[in-house]
Each structure stands twice: as structure tokens, then as C-alpha cells.
């Protein structure tokens, strides 16, 4: 059985863009934090990047 290899560089965007968008979730919930409109802007290309980056990995 071949193992799939991930580059390092897909794996560490991808974990530091959840990382920041589940930072931006919990801290509405348990912190009443609001979100601008620029700060929810910026999560979606955030999470438009990831998916963008896995989907075309090499």
C-alpha cells in the first residue's frame, strides 16, 4: 500500500486557516464578540483559499 504525501506548505495553510476561522467562531460564542462584515469578508477567503489550495495540490 503507497501512502499519500502531503506537502508541508498545503498542510500548515491549511490547519492556520481553520485555525483562525474556529478562533473566529468560538470567540462569538463564548465571548459575544461581533463580527464586522469585513472580518466575515476576510473568513470566507480564508476558507475559499483552503478548499481552492487542497482541490489543486499537485
Not at 1 to 7: F, L, T, V
Not at 35 to 55: D, E, K, M, P
Amino acid at each position: 500500500m503507497q501512502s499519500k504525501k502531503i506537502p508541508l506548505s498545503i498542510v500548515y495553510a491549511s490547519w492556520a486557516g481553520i485555525g483562525v476561522l474556529l478562533i473566529a467562531i468560538l470567540s462569538y460564542f463564548f465571548y459575544k464578540q461581533t463580527l464586522s462584515w469585513q472580518a466575515i469578508f476576510g473568513l470566507v477567503l480564508i476558507i475559499t483559499g483552503v478548499i481552492l489550495v487542497n482541490l489543486y495540490k499537485t
